[in-house]
Structure formats: C-alpha cells, structure tokens
T-cell receptor
Framework: SQQGEEDPQALSIQEGENATMNCSYK?????LQWYRQNSGRGLVHLIL?????REKHSGRLRVTLDTSKKSSSLLITASRAADTASYFC????????????FGQGTTLQVKP | DAGVIQSPRHEVTEMGQEVTLRCKPI?????LFWYRQTMMRGLELLIY????????DSGMPEDRFSAKMPNASFSTLKIQPSEPRDSAVYFC?????????????FGPGTRLLVL
C-alpha cells in the first residue's frame, strides 16, 4: 500500500489564493519530500524536510511535518496559474536505502 | 548537466512485441529507479539499482519485465512480450548518495501504448 496519502485529491482555487495540501504516512521516516508534476512531464523535486525538522520554507512554499501525527502539509502562498500541477509527497524510510514511497498526489488547478 | 535522459519519448507497439526503454542517469549519480505511472495505480516503483546492482525488484509486475544496468551511465527496462495493460508512462530517476541522496531527479518519461 502507498506510504503517503495526499488530501485532497483535487483542489481548485483562484490565482492569488493560498493552496494547502496534506500528506499522511504510516511508518517511521527519515525524511519527507514534495514533488510537482506538470501535465505530461516528469516529477520535479520541490522541498525536503527531515524527520527532526518541523517547518521549512522555500520561496512561496511552506512545508510542515508532524511526526507524532505522521502528517505533513504543503502550503503554496499567493498561487499563480503556473502552479497548476499535481503535487506528490514522498517518504524516505529510516535506514535510508535511497528508496522513496510516493503518494497518489493532489491535483491543483489555479484559475487565472 | 542534461538531466536524466530517456528514450524513446513515445512508443506504440502491438501486443506480443518486445519493448525496450532506455535511461541515462545524471553523471555521478549512483542510484537509479524505474517507475510506472497510470491513472489507476498512480506512481509505482518497479526496481532500483545502487552502483549498477539491483537492490529491490519487488515492484516488477511479472517475469515479462526485466531491467539491467550494465554500467553507471545506462539502464534498460524490457517488456517481453508486451500486453495492453502495460500501457503507461515509464519514468527513470536517479539520485546521488551524498548529503541529499534522497532527492530524486526524474527523466521526462516514456509514454508506452500497447495495442
């Protein structure tokens, strides 16, 4: 079964609004990452947060991690039409084999 | 760097034919991953290599699928014989066993259609 489960599955907002996506996972992790996939393209790494971190920022992205609840959230502030894509969380397990387990993704549509 | 290179970008074949997908990882990366993505099943890890050695092939669907990595700069995923249910986008990704070894870099994918 998938380690990461994103919520919601789909999200539609207006340009300028904030978008929040959530990810839950089941087992102990070493790190959690978020990736973006534009239609017809490969996944692109956005941000990585380690298990001993609680919050991380990168530009308009803010990621939080709550290991007690086994959950993470990705916030995109001041969204743009170009942010329209699917967003996936991926977890790296303790022991760090290099392997990631990806969730099913959240499809974000930002309307101009 | 050119990034992860995959070929072909699109492949249309008939059921029963052999299909070979190719991947060139980013130079210096020592992990290579093959994924399959479909609407129904999402992104599935098929197999991954570390220093050209297969580490985990538990995601390979069945014996019709095989993967090789003869050297650090090349890998193939072969399907023989292909079936319509193999239609999907196949991604190759690579990563580096350094400080950020968990970050994977994806290729553009090969869109496979088996008729």
């Amino acid at each position: 079964s998938q380690q990461g489960e994103e919520d919601p599955q789909a999200l539609s907002i207006q340009e300028g609004e904030n978008a929040t996506m959530n990810c839950s996972y089941k087992t102990s992790i070493n790190n959690l990452q978020w990736y973006r996939q534009n239609s017809g393209r490969g996944l692109v790494h956005l941000i990585l947060i380690r298990s001993n971190e609680r919050e991380k920022h990168s530009g308009r992205l803010r990621v939080t991690l709550d290991t007690s609840k086994k959950s993470s959230s990705l916030l995109i502030t001041a969204s743009r039409a170009a942010d329209t894509a699917s967003y996936f969380c991926a977890t790296g397990r303790s022991g760090n084999t290099g392997k990631l387990i990806f969730g099913q993704g959240t499809t974000l549509q930002v309307k101009p | 760097d050119a990034g992860v290179i995959q070929s072909p970008r699109h492949e249309v074949t008939e059921m029963g034919q052999e299909v070979t997908l190719r991947c060139k990882p980013i130079s210096g990366h020592d992990y290579l991953f093959w994924y399959r993505q479909t609407m129904m099943r999402g992104l599935e890890l098929l197999i991954y290599f570390n220093n050209n050695v297969p580490i985990d092939d538990s995601g390979m669907p069945e014996d019709r699928f095989s993967a090789k990595m003869p050297n650090a700069s090349f890998s193939t995923l072969k399907i023989q014989p292909s079936e319509p249910r193999d239609s999907a986008v196949y991604f190759c990704a690579s990563s580096f066993a350094g400080a950020l070894k968990e970050t994977q870099y994806f290729g553009p994918g090969t869109r496979l259609l088996v008729l």
